[in-house]
């Protein structure tokens, strides 16, 4: 139903970017579907934006797996 950006579907993991044109109203109010729908599956959700620093969507990552 979704095309994720990059995910590990055995551990229900999925990493997203999201780049300024996700900010769109239209494209926002997809973006918090797809998450509740992802998130009901039981898919732990790391959205990652720009400007954020490597070692912190790294940790945030980790974060995701160890919950696994």
């Known amino acids: 139903m979704y095309r994720l950006d990059m995910g590990w579907q ?3 993991i999925a990493v997203e970017y ?3 044109d996700h900010r769109e109203k239209p494209r926002w109010r997809k973006d918090i579907i797809r998450s ?4 009901h599956l039981g898919w732990k959700h790391v959205r990652v934006v720009a400007g954020e ?3 912190d969507v790294l940790r945030r ?3 995701a797996w ?3």
């Open 36 to 39: 509740e729908y992802l998130a």
């Open 10 to 12: 055995d551990e229900r």
């Open 18 to 20: 999201d780049g300024d």
């Open 53 to 55: 620093r490597e070692p």
């Open 66 to 68: 160890m919950s696994r």
């Open 61 to 63: 990552v980790e974060r």
